[in-house]
């Protein structure tokens, strides 16, 4: 979906990328809870999670609440909630081809992608590659501000591929909760 969000949401999200806008990125892991470790070689780029006590985190989250409400009454996904991050990939920087979500966890249901990177270039790589279950290249995803993805988690295993420029997104899933599953 290009050009979903009002242009000065996008501008103000862009914003928090800039290093001097006081928000703190680290080092992000692959895992999850005690099994969490950095491996550069599978990704490389630097994550804030979104905080709802601070603009314009909260807007984001509140269209993304929207969405959720509106995903669940159409299409009965029960989806339980939602958690997102802002990720920076510095030139050179990529995520290795993987799946959001282990099959038949259960967990993260369905992955948003918001890319927020002006007049991306065909030469400045970090496209984003999605693929179904038997590797074949389904969509080819050029990062440019305001196109917004939205995939299952389970079912589409993805790459960022080596990025030449500074490229910002904000990775996002809504989960359902495990709690609702075993009675
Ligand atoms: O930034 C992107 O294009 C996708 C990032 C991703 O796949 C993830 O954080 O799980
Ligand atoms: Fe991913």
Same mark, same amino acid.
């Given at each position: @979906?290009? %050009?979903?969000?009002?242009?000065?949401?996008?501008?103000?999200?862009?914003?928090?990328?800039?290093?001097?806008?006081?928000?703190?990125?680290?080092?992000?892991?692959?895992?999850?809870?005690?099994?969490?470790?950095?491996?550069?070689?599978?990704?490389?780029?630097?994550?804030?999670?979104?905080?709802?006590?601070?603009?314009?985190?909260?807007?984001?989250?509140?269209? @993304?609440?929207?969405?959720?409400?509106?995903?669940? %009454?159409?299409?009965? @996904?029960?989806?339980?909630? +939602?958690?997102?991050? +802002?990720?920076?990939?510095?030139?050179?920087?990529? +995520?290795?081809?993987?799946?959001?979500?282990?099959?038949?966890?259960?967990?993260?249901?369905?992955?948003?992608?918001?890319?927020?990177?002006?007049?991306?270039?065909?030469?400045?790589?970090?496209?984003? %590659?999605?693929?179904? @279950?038997?590797?074949?290249?389904?969509?080819?995803?050029?990062?440019?501000?305001?196109?917004?993805?939205?995939?299952?988690?389970?079912?589409?295993?993805?790459?960022?591929?080596?990025?030449?420029?500074?490229?910002?997104?904000?990775?996002?899933?809504?989960?359902?909760?495990?709690?609702? +599953?075993?009675?």
């Amino acid at each position: @979906m290009p %050009q979903l969000l009002a242009p000065a949401l996008l501008q103000q999200l862009q914003q928090r990328l800039v290093p001097q806008s006081g928000a703190e990125f680290h080092h992000a892991a692959i895992g999850r809870g005690g099994q969490q470790q950095q491996n550069t070689s599978i990704r490389g780029d630097h994550i804030r999670w979104l905080n709802n006590a601070e603009q314009p985190d909260a807007q984001w989250l509140t269209l @993304m609440e929207q969405l959720r409400v509106g995903l669940n %009454q159409r299409l009965f @996904m029960g989806l339980f909630d +939602y958690e997102s991050h +802002y990720a920076c990939y510095q030139p050179g920087a990529f +995520y290795r081809k993987h799946v959001d979500a282990l099959p038949g966890s259960r967990n993260r249901i369905l992955t948003t992608v918001l890319f927020l990177n002006e007049q991306w270039g065909a030469d400045d790589g970090g496209e984003l %590659q999605i693929f179904d @279950m038997e590797n074949n290249l389904l969509q080819q995803v050029v990062p440019e501000a305001g196109t917004l993805v939205i995939f299952l988690s389970e079912c589409f295993p993805h790459e960022v591929l080596t990025t030449k420029r500074h490229r910002g997104s904000i990775a996002g899933w809504f989960r359902v909760s495990n709690s609702h +599953y075993g009675f």
